[in-house]
């Protein structure tokens, strides 16, 4: 993975696909890693033709030059986490997967993206075994929210202890830890998510917050948590730090005006904020 700079800089690699509208994909994970203070590295899996209101094209780029993506980055600069997204099919999975096992990737969190926020698939139905055999044993965090974790694990999913629940089986296929999001659990004030790493559970809870603009949560959840952990933070206080950081951006985006549908959210909200919140 090789070492920081002479400076400390933390670096961060997003694998995931690009959101030609900014709201998600690597536009939201390095704009995360910019906001928290890392310096971020991406590869590409896939273009989207994408916008607040859906997903109207995809082109797939070949497994193999993902790989010379990652390659390039880590055999030169390294990096002290990795973020994955949309990984498309069963070939980008497996590439993916190689290379973090040849380069000893430890710190890698894995956003199990399957459906984009319109409904649209970002993940072949097939390749699902290959994301669970293949990668997620190799994460040191999973972050499913509800409806991933129903696939996951065929799991109905409609209470915190359920979420629990699916937290115990999800974490059985391997992953070191999983964070269940409870964004989308209905009937609740508060958006809490569950933290379970094999033996305990920890509670996140903010605010339900009442806003449309919420295109591209899940992608900067993860990459908040990798960025926390490159800039060595235990699980639980990434996780944490990336909780209170989607917070401040969903507030920061509740007046926002971009797009017809669900809107982007406010990434570089912190940067107006105390310097304590940065951290």
Not at 72 to 98: C, F, H, P, R, Y
Not at 104 to 121: E, T, Y
Not at 219 to 235: H, P
Request: with cysteine; proline share 5%; charged share 15%.
């Amino acid at each position: 993975m090789g070492t920081r700079g002479k400076m400390g800089l933390p670096r961060a690699l997003t694998i995931a696909g690009s959101d030609s509208g900014g709201g998600a994909g690597i536009q939201a994970d390095l704009k995360t890693f910019a906001a928290l203070g890392v310096y971020g590295m991406s590869a590409l899996t896939a273009i989207t033709a994408q916008n607040t209101v859906g997903v109207q094209g995809v082109v797939e780029l070949p497994a193999s030059f993902v790989g010379l993506q990652i390659d390039a980055v880590l055999m030169d600069i390294g990096a002290d986490a990795v973020k994955t997204g949309m990984l498309s099919n069963s070939e980008i999975i497996a590439v993916i997967a190689a290379k973090m096992q040849e380069y000893r990737v430890d710190n890698l969190v894995v956003d199990p993206v399957m459906v984009a926020k319109s409904g649209d698939p970002l993940l072949h139905p097939e390749a699902r075994q290959s994301l669970i055999e293949q990668l997620i044993p190799l994460a040191k965090v999973l972050t499913p929210n509800l409806q991933e974790a129903r696939v996951l694990t065929g799991l109905e999913i409609d209470s915190l202890a359920a979420m629990k629940e699916a937290a115990r089986a999800i974490q059985r296929l391997g992953a070191r830890n999983v964070v269940v999001k409870g964004g989308h659990l209905p009937g609740s004030p508060q958006s809490i998510d569950v933290l379970y790493d094999g033996h305990d559970f920890t509670e996140f809870a903010a605010p339900r917050l009442a806003t449309k603009n919420t295109h591209g949560t899940g992608c900067t959840f993860a990459s908040a948590i990798a960025a926390g952990l490159a800039k060595g933070q235990s699980v639980p206080e990434a996780v944490g730090a990336a909780k209170a950081y989607l917070t401040a951006a969903l507030r920061a985006s509740v007046d926002l005006r971009l797009g017809q549908g669900h809107g982007p959210l406010n990434h570089f909200a912190l940067l107006h904020s105390s310097p304590a919140a940065k951290s």
